[in-house]
C-alpha cells in the first residue's frame, strides 16, 4: 500500500439548449441519417449566447463538490467531509479569454480561497492530462485534496457552414474530486499511460489568434480563427492511439482487457469506440457510450460519460474502470481504477 490520488466526487454540467441533429440540417447540407450512422450523435449542447467555458466549469465543480461531501458524510471512512479543496486544475482548449488562465476564475467563485489553479491544455486528452497532474501532486504530498474538471465550448469556435464539426462538437463540463488516500481503496488512480505526438499537430487546429499568427501585423486570413480537423487521418490516430495506450496500461496495471467491466473512452464517434474496442478484443457492454445525447464534449467527454454511467447503473462500485483519450497535439492518455461508492446526486441535466 502506498500513498495515492481517490476518486471521490463527481459532477457535471451541460448547458440548456439542445441542438438536434434535425435542426442542423435546416441549416446546413446534412442529414439526421448521414450523422447518426456516420457518428452515432443524436443531438448535442450549446452555450447561450454570453455563457462561458468557466459558468459550465463551475456548475460542474459544485455538482462535484457536493458529491464528495455527501460522499465523504456517508463513507464514515474518516475522511473530514469539510476537508477544504487545496488544488484546481482545469482541462480545457476553450478558455474564457486567452489569457489569464480560466481555472483561478473558477476556483475563486467556487469560494475555494488562494488554492493554486492553473488551466491545463491537451483538447480532448485534457481530462486524463489533468487527472494525472492533480493524482501526481497529490501523490507527491504538494495537495491533498483537487477539484479536477474538463470544461469545452466548442460551439464558439466552430465555423458555423462547416457541416462535419458542427455536426461532431459540442459543449459541457465534467469533474471529480480526488483526495489523498491509500493505493489498495476503491477510487484509486492506479497507474497512467500518456503521449504525444507534435507531428499531427496541423490535423485539429485553430490556426489564429495564437504568437505564430499575431506575430505577423494585421488582421488573420478569413475564416483562420476557426477551429478545423482532417477527419480521416484523426479517426485512424485516435483508433490507434486510444488502443496501444489503453494496451499498455493494461499490462502495467495487471488487467487484462477482459477483466476490465468498463472503458470510458474520449467519445468522438461510435465507430471509433467500437473500433477500439475490436482492438481490444472487448464485448459491447464493456464500452460506455453517452455521445448520442452530448457529441464529442472534449475535455468534458470522459467525466460526464462516467456521470452519466453512474446515473444510468451501467457503472458499478467495484467496477474495473479504464479510461483512455485522445485529441489534438495530437496526444493520447488512459488511466485505471476501481470505481468507488460515490453520492452523485441528481445530474444536472
Ligand atoms: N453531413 C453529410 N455529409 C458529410 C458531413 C455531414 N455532417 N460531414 C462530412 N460529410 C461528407 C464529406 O464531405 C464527404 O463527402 P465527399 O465524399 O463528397 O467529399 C463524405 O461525407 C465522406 O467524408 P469522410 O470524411 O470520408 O467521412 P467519414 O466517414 O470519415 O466521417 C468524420 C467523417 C469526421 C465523422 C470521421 O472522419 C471522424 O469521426 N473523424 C474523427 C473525428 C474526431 O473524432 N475528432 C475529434 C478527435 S479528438
Known sequence: MSRAAVLCGLG?????RIVSNEELAEQLDTSDRWIRTR????????????????????AAGAQALASARATAG?????????DPVDLVVLATSTPDRPCPATAP??????????????????VCTGFVYALATAASMITAGIAGRALVIGADTFSTILDPADRTTRAIFGDGAGAVVLRAGDSGEPGALLGFDLGSDGSGADLITVRAGGSRQRSVPGPAAEGEEFFTMDGRPVFTRAVLDMSRSSQSLLERVGWSAAEVDKVVAHQANIRI???????????????VANLDRVGNTVAASIPLALRDAVAGGELQPGHRVLLTGFGGGLTWGSAALVWPELETGRPHR
Open 12 to 16: 457535471g454540467s451541460l448547458p440548456e
Open 105 to 122: 476564475d473558477v476556483a475563486h467563485r467556487l469560494g475555494l480561497g488562494h488554492v493554486p489553479s492553473f488551466d491545463v491544455s491537451a
Open 39 to 58: 457518428t452515432g450523435i443524436g443531438q448535442r449542447h450549446v452555450v447561450a449566447p454570453g455563457q462561458s467555458t468557466s459558468d459550465l466549469a463551475v
Open 273 to 287: 469506440l467500437n473500433a477500439v474496442g475490436e482492438q481490444l478484443g472487448l464485448e459491447e457492454k464493456q464500452i
Open 74 to 82: 456517508r463513507a464514515d471512512d474518516g475522511v473530514d467531509p469539510v
